[in-house]
């Protein structure tokens, strides 16, 4: 492999660059973007070897494109580089990083005229911090971290492959998943907890208490609130992106807050243990589960 282009060198593409050039998957990793700032400190860092603000120089130059935008901004760089390589038996495989696939999968086809392009092969990377920047990514981000990637019926078993291949040089277990089974599983366990800790902070932030609530919050208030700290535009395009499954995992846990709250209104202390004792044993067997990944690594 020759060269791999980040398109969007923050967190999750700064990362997966230095993870590449570290394992020595390619020769050269380039970063592509529109801020000359950013790429140049990738440079310094050592994170790429070169950067270009041309996109047409970055698809002549690279084997792979991973585009490592923010989930509606890769919509935008799709339509640009989709109908530039059409055609073309020297084009580069194109994969991504978003959050959201059914999206990019619709935005490809929307693109290539119904016809879904055969090199691109939608990924999603299940790692990533609070922090963001390129001055925050790591070599070791991936490791012992799921990637999953939703190849479609129309793609090419190589391009899917290689994108395997270079995800695994990172350190991950790569999966493969259904798309629309992958937008309803992330907006369950990655996007509604978000959106959450965004509305509850919020929510408390312009109480009239809020000086006393966040002076006085314990540990447990600070662990489930850390994602708040998000970045706030990642996360206003995910929940545009996959609109639909956020509402249905929304609306399933409003129900069920809705029916706690009838319980506790109503001193119910049996549907409330009923509820909480669900709860434990659900989340016991998870964190089992987690501890059996960590040993099989």
């Given amino acids: 492999m020759n060269t791999v282009a980040v398109l969007g060198l923050g967190l999750i593409g700064g990362s997966l660059a230095r993870a590449l050039k570290t394992n020595g998957f390619c020769e050269r990793v380039i970063g592509y973007g529109h801020r000359a700032p950013s790429l140049e400190k990738g440079v310094e860092l050592g994170v790429i070897d070169s950067f270009t603000l041309d ?5 002549d130059s690279a084997d792979i494109l991973v585009i490592c935008t923010p989930t509606l901004v890769a919509e935008q760089v799709l339509a640009q580089i989709l109908p530039a390589i059409a055609g073309r038996a020297d084009a580069p495989i194109v994969t991504d990083a978003a959050s959201v696939k059914g999206n990019l999968e619709r935005a490809a086809r929307r693109i290539c005229d119904g016809q879904y392009p055969p090199r691109f092969v939608l990924g999603h990377p299940i790692a990533g ?50 798309v629309a089974q992958h937008d ?46 998000s970045d706030p535009v990642m996360w206003r395009d995910i929940a545009i992106a996959n609109k639909a499954a956020l509402l249905e995992a929304i609306d399933l846990f409003s129900g069920h807050l809705a029916d706690l709250r009838t319980a506790v209104a109503g001193e119910d202390s049996d549907g409330m243990h009923a509820t909480f004792t669900r709860a434990k044993a659900a989340r016991d067997e998870f964190a089992a589960i987690l501890a059996e990944r960590a040993k099989g690594k």
Avoid: K
């Fill in 55 to 59: 996109l047409a120089e970055v698809i």
């Fill in 129 to 178: 911090s609070e922090q963001s920047g390129v001055a925050a990514s790591r070599a070791d981000l991936y490791i012992n971290h799921r990637v999953i990637l939703t190849p479609v019926a129309e793609n090419d078993a190589d391009a899917v492959s290689l994108v395997r291949d270079m995800w695994l040089a990172t350190g991950a277990d790569v999966v493969d998943m259904d």
């Fill in 184 to 229: 309803a599983v992330l907006a369950a366990t990655s996007h509604l907890p978000h959106v959450l800790a965004y509305a509850l902070v919020d929510a408390l932030a312009q109480s009239d208490a809020s000086d006393d609530i966040f002076r006085f919050a314990a540990g447990g208030f600070r662990d489930f609130t850390r994602i708040a700290s």
